[in-house]
């Protein structure tokens, strides 16, 4: 399976902006549809955007609709979340994930590959 690397996360003030980076590897990553997900503590892990392998579909939970955008360079194995916008209920830890498949997902047991999370804290 491919192996995901997430980067990016850090501290940011409510109304700034973040780009989270998975870097993949061992596999052919085009083939892979790709999500992010996010995990604040004492709180169920939850979707929050995917892309197809090719990119050209995308997808988005609600509350980040119009302030993260989610994109990918196949050619360079990566796949990014520009967060803009940020509010302190975007504090989470994020994952990203990947499934063998052209189709995205929103659930978590579709996607086997995973990342280790990178850290997002959004202070008032």
């Known amino acids: 399976q491919v192996q995901l690397v997430e980067s990016g996360g850090g501290l940011v003030q409510a109304g700034g902006s973040l780009r989270l980076s998975c870097a993949a590897s061992g596999r052919t990553f085009s083939n892979y549809a790709c999500a992010w997900f996010r995990q604040a503590p004492g709180k169920e892990r939850e979707f929050v955007a995917a892309?197809?392998?090719?990119?050209?579909?995308?997808g988005y939970r609600d509350s980040v609709k119009g302030r993260f955008t989610i994109s990918r360079e196949n050619a360079k194995n990566t796949v990014y979340l520009r967060m803009n916008r940020l509010e302190p209920e975007d504090t989470a830890v994020y994952y990203c994930?990947?499934?063998?498949?052209?189709?995205?997902?929103?659930?978590?047991?579709?996607?086997?590959?995973w990342g280790q999370g990178t850290q997002v804290t959004v202070s008032s």
């Open positions: 892309i197809s392998k090719s990119g050209g579909n995308t």
């Open positions: 994930a990947a499934r063998q498949t052209r189709e995205t997902s929103i659930r978590q047991s579709d996607y086997d590959s």
